[in-house]
């Protein structure tokens, strides 16, 4: 299957700063992005769709100025978290919708595991 | 809201095949369902996925019932790196995939 990287897998920040998380889809091009969070013991939740060249919509309850997502590229969606809160720590994992045939596929990336101190 | 209910967790053993139940009654003829695990700390896996054909690959089986409303997954041979949480999940408008609770699996020895 296809190849999305997340980077970094793991981040430990003070309150109040601010946290850059990449979505990268390494071998094919992505015009949509996807962001989730999980809590412990808990589903993935759906934040927002990231949408290459255009805003990202958000889902209803995520604070878009809180969650600053940027699709430059085809292959690049940024997921910032600003002046982060220890209520922010989270599991955050994004995924890549790939295009294989006339089926589309989303492919998950490892996971980003914030904690915010 | 996820579109999908499934039983909460599953027990196998080892070598046995695993079949995990997903209810779907609500699904609309042009919906696909999609199965994906999820590994403790790790991203999401693809599994498999279908529309009203069943498929198979090098992973698992999916059967969808002829009016489906429910559907299956199949892991022919269990082993102990198949314990994961399983999600299927029907897939919505702009091609957002919205996760239930899945099904938690122990494939026992």
């Known amino acids: 299957g296809a190849v999305v990287s997340q980077h970094p897998s793991r981040v430990i920040c003070k309150s109040g700063t601010s946290v850059k998380i990449e979505c990268r889809s390494l071998d094919f091009q992505a015009t949509t992005m996807f962001w989730y969070r999980q809590f412990p013991k808990k589903s993935l939740m759906l934040m927002a769709t990231s949408n290459e060249g255009s805003k990202a919509t958000y889902e209803q309850g995520v604070e878009k100025d809180k969650f600053l997502i940027n699709h430059a590229s085809l292959t690049l969606s940024t997921l910032t978290v600003t002046s982060a809160h220890p209520e922010d720590s989270s599991f955050y994992i994004c995924?890549?919708?790939?295009?294989?045939?006339?089926?589309?596929?989303?492919?998950f990336g490892a996971g980003t595991r914030l904690s915010v101190l | 809201d996820a579109k999908t209910t499934q039983p909460t967790s599953m027990d196998c053993a080892e070598g046995r095949a695993a079949n995990l139940p997903c209810n779907h009654s609500t699904i609309s003829g042009n919906e696909y369902v999609y199965w994906y695990r999820q590994i403790h700390s790790q991203g999401p896996q693809y599994i498999i996925h279908g529309l009203k054909n069943n498929e198979t690959n090098e992973m698992a089986s999916l059967i969808i019932t002829e009016d489906r409303k429910s559907s299956t997954l199949i892991l022919p041979h269990a082993t102990l790196r198949d314990t994961a949480v399983y999600y299927c999940i029907v897939r919505v408008d702009q091609g957002k995939l919205i996760f239930g609770q899945g099904t938690t699996l122990q494939v026992k020895p």
């Open positions: 995924s890549a919708t790939a295009v294989q045939g006339q089926q589309n596929i989303q492919y």
